[in-house]
Each structure stands twice: as structure tokens, then as C-alpha cells.
């Protein structure tokens, strides 16, 4: 059973005696991609693209539908902001857009170059931003503040920096090198 391979056994132990009600079932999305039209210089005019047409992650982070929304709130700022010059909304649009984006593709490529299958150019600092963050899941199992935290970060209700702040870092560091958790 793969559960059993888990670092936390809490899931095995649940499941281990228990008799599944259907089959399992896999979707796999082919690969995750983020187009850049905010780098884009010449969008023809009238074309603004959202959601899904620049960016799609894989599903099972459940991210993707929030990051449509983000998107939405930024551009109904950006018409109930207009000074009558709507030809440069696409080109504002996209540009925060890719900030929307950033941070939440950096979780999402970070968990998924853990996969040895997984191709692409490996960001710089990936090893680094793997381990902090499979030690930041850890301790949630534990820290009612980490935890708290992980999951805003997670669901897109706070920044990632969130989980950066000097006393969940320390946290971690705490956990990740004290003898009775190594």
C-alpha cells in the first residue's frame, strides 16, 4: 500500500483495514503550463485572455479555479479604475495576472519536480524550497500555528511569505533538526 510509504502513517493506519466502494481512478493532466502574455508586447488589441487560457496547473492542487477568480476580482478593479483608455486594460490585465500567478506556480513546480519523471529546467534553489516545504507540512501535523497558516497559504487566503515569518521558520528548524524527528 502506497500510504505506507508516507512520512506520517496517520493516513495508512486509517485505511489499512478498510474496504474501498468503487475503483480508483487517475486523471492525469499532460503537463502544467503558464503562457506568458505578460511579456507580450503585441497583443492584438481587444484580446485579454484569463484563467485557464494562460495558466493550467495540475487539478490536484485544487488551485486553478481560485487563480481564475483572482484574476477576475484584479480585472473588475481594473474597469471600475478606467480613466477611458480601455485599448490598455489587456495589457495591464496580464501583467497582474503573472503576479497572481508567480507564487502559486512556484508552490506548484516546486511539489511537482519531487517526481523524478517530472522535465523542465529546475528552477534555481528547488532542493531547498523542497525541503523547507516538506518540513513545513510536517510540523502542521503538530503546530497548530504552522498549520493554521499552511492551510491560508494553501487555499490562496495568504502569501506563501506567510510561512516565512521568523517564528515558523524557527519552528521548523526546531523540528527538522531536533533528535526526535529525524
Known sequence: MLTKKLPRLDIYETIKNSTPITKTALYRIPQIVWKRFDKMENIPD??????????RIDPVFGQGMSIA?????????????????????????HKKAAKIISPIWNMVITEDFRYPATTGKRPFGIFIQQWYAK??????????????????VMNL?????????PS??????????SRNHK
Open 157 to 165: 487566503v495568504r502569501p506563501i511569505t506567510s510561512l516565512m515569518t
Open 46 to 55: 481587444g484580446i485579454l485572455l484569463i484563467g485557464d487560457t494562460i495558466c
Open 168 to 177: 515558523i521558520i524557527k519552528s521548523v528548524l526546531i523540528h527538522a533538526f
Open 69 to 93: 477568480i483572482l484574476e477576475a476580482q484584479a480585472l473588475q478593479k481594473l474597469f471600475q479604475t478606467d480613466n477611458g483608455e480601455r485599448r490598455k486594460i489587456p495589457k495591464a490585465f
Open 135 to 152: 518540513k513545513v507540512f510536517l510540523l502542521s501535523s503538530q503546530n497548530q500555528k504552522v498549520y493554521d497558516t499552511f492551510v491560508k
